[in-house]
């Protein structure tokens, strides 16, 4: 099992990157996704989730309106639009699975079992 994190850079505040995960070795329209970031001398944290269903969405209140998390199940794959990107939004990225047998939301690090290698993103000013 692996999810394979891509797409981070550096870029100007205002602008907009797209993050991409991977996922293999799993049955993955069967997990919830989600990025979490951390940022240097920071702890971990919830970015946002989506469900086995498409529409169940979640985000952080500090992403909300900015953001926008997607997948596609038939490329095994998790995205993150990250628009009006802020300095404060500089952190690694890191994607997350989570095997569900219902439709639920996920928020917590503990609720996740499988991690991407993370990807880093920087927002100079």
């Known amino acids: 099992v692996q999810l394979q994190a891509s797409g981070g850079g550096l870029v100007q505040a205002g602008g907009s990157l797209r993050l991409s995960c991977a996922a293999s070795g799993l049955t993955f329209s069967r997990y919830a996704m989600a990025w979490f970031r951390q940022a240097p001398g920071k702890e971990r944290e919830f970015v946002a989730t989506i469900g086995r269903s498409k529409g169940s969405t979640y985000y952080a209140e500090s992403v909300k309106g900015r953001f926008a998390i997607s997948r596609d199940n038939a490329k095994n794959t998790v995205y993150l639009q990250m628009d009006s990107l802020k300095p404060e939004d500089t952190a690694v990225y890191y994607c997350?699975?989570?095997?569900?047998?219902?439709?639920?939301?996920?928020?917590?690090?503990?609720?996740?079992?499988?991690w991407g290698q993370g990807t880093q993103v920087t927002v100079s000013s």
């Open positions: 997350a699975a989570k095997h569900s047998i219902i439709t639920a939301t996920y928020l917590s690090l503990s609720d996740y079992g499988i």
